[in-house]
C-alpha cells in the first residue's frame, strides 16, 4: 500500500491533532481511523459518474507516535468498485498539501 507517513510525533502534538482531527473529520469504527474526504472538483471521470459510490476518502490513521495517510480513494458505500484505486497525481498532490497543512495550523514543526 501507498502510504504518506509523518513520522516522530511528540506526545504532546499528538493530543493536538487528535483534538483536531476528533473536531473536524468522521471517525472510523476503528480507534484512531478517520476518513478525509475528497474535493468533488478532484474525483476522476469514474469517480465523478459513480454517483451512488460518492463521497470518496482518504483514510488517515493517528498513532500516538505518526500519522499514516492511506493513498488510495475509497468508498465507504461498496467494497469494491472499479472507482476505487491509487489516488491520481493531483489527488495525491492534494492530499499531501492538505496533511501538511494540519501541522502548520496547529503550528506543529518537526
Not at 13 to 41: C, R
Not at 61 to 69: A, F, H, S, W, Y
Request: aromatic share 14%.
Amino acid at each position: 500500500m501507498r502510504q504518506y507517513v509523518i513520522d516522530e510525533i511528540k506526545p504532546q502534538d499528538y493530543e493536538q491533532i487528535k483534538n483536531y482531527l476528533d473536531k473536524h473529520f468522521e471517525q472510523s469504527t476503528m480507534a484512531g481511523i478517520y476518513w478525509i474526504p475528497v474535493d468533488y472538483e478532484l474525483l476522476n471521470d469514474i469517480q465523478k459518474q459513480h454517483t451512488d459510490c460518492q463521497p470518496f476518502y482518504f483514510a488517515v490513521e493517528l498513532l500516538p507516535d505518526r500519522l499514516v495517510c492511506e493513498l488510495l480513494v475509497r468508498t465507504k458505500n461498496c467494497m469494491r468498485c472499479s472507482c476505487m484505486g491509487m489516488a491520481d497525481e493531483d489527488q495525491r498532490n492534494w492530499f499531501i498539501t492538505f496533511a501538511d497543512s494540519i501541522f502548520e495550523r496547529l503550528g506543529i514543526r518537526f
